[in-house]
């Protein structure tokens, strides 16, 4: 069992450019989600899927960010254009069975939007 | 959005003695999860116990629910250097597939 897996570790950009991070869940896992932890918020959730279906993403900030997954065992989510206050730790979880069930997070990526 | 709160928000110990960790929460619940955080990690998911559940164990962790006073305990037995992390409780709501988080107990455990 490989974990969750999250790339890039760290992503230091400049404000207005793009920004895409990576998501490699557990296979056989059917839920997705994408949180943000800052110190001042704590973990928000920002998007969560099943089956690959977007299924709430009331928690995405506005329309500069998207997530897509178009496949089981991979996802994206795209920050454009990028702004300092969206530095953050993104995190991605997956578990199987959604809902209550037991997350299991990647090591998140360390944005850092200068 | 964030249901749950630790108490304490720090805790300081020497290693060998346990640590408690509190967590309380606002509405009916089917579940309680524990999870740790290492520094510059992402949360591993520690124990989970149902609404019908009073006490749960694993290992040097025992859990314990009070749902007439909508809190939970996390109590560290024996505690190691390894045990320094942050400590979060989540909750999940009847019908609802969404976590809530508390915003943590971070627990130093001192040589």
């Known amino acids: 069992d490989a974990g969750v897996i999250q790339s890039p570790r760290h992503e230091v950009t400049e404000m207005g450019q793009e920004v895409t991070l990576r998501c490699k869940p557990i296979?056989?896992?059917?839920?997705l989600f994408w949180y943000r932890q800052t110190m001042m918020r704590g973990l928000e959730l920002l998007i969560y899927?099943?089956?690959?279906?977007?299924?709430?993403d009331s928690g995405m900030p506005e329309d500069r960010f998207s997530a897509k997954m178009p496949n089981a065992s991979f996802s994206t989510l795209k920050i454009q254009p990028s702004e300092p206050r969206d530095s953050a730790v993104y995190f991605c979880?997956?578990?199987?069975?959604?809902?209550?069930?037991?997350?299991?997070f990647g090591n998140g990526t360390r944005l850092t939007v200068t | 959005s964030q249901q749950g709160e630790e108490d304490p928000q720090a805790l300081s110990i020497q290693e060998g003695e346990n640590a408690t960790m509190n967590c309380s929460y606002k509405?009916?619940?089917?579940?309680l999860q524990w999870y740790r955080q290492n520094s510059g990690r992402g949360l591993v998911h520690l124990i989970l116990i149902r609404s019908n559940e009073r006490e749960k164990h694993s290992g040097r962790l025992r859990v314990t629910l009070d749902t007439s006073k909508k809190s939970s305990s996390l109590l560290i037995t024996a505690s190691r250097a390894a045990d320094t992390a942050s400590y979060f409780c989540?909750?999940?709501?009847?019908?609802?597939?969404?976590?809530?988080w508390g915003a943590g107990t971070k627990l130093i455990i001192k040589p």
């Open positions: 296979s056989g896992h059917n839920s």
């Open positions: 989540a909750t999940d709501e009847p019908s609802n597939y969404q976590l809530i």
């Open positions: 899927f099943n089956n690959n279906v977007p299924i709430d």
């Open positions: 509405t009916s619940i089917n579940n």
């Open positions: 979880a997956s578990s199987l069975g959604g809902g209550g069930s037991p997350l299991h």
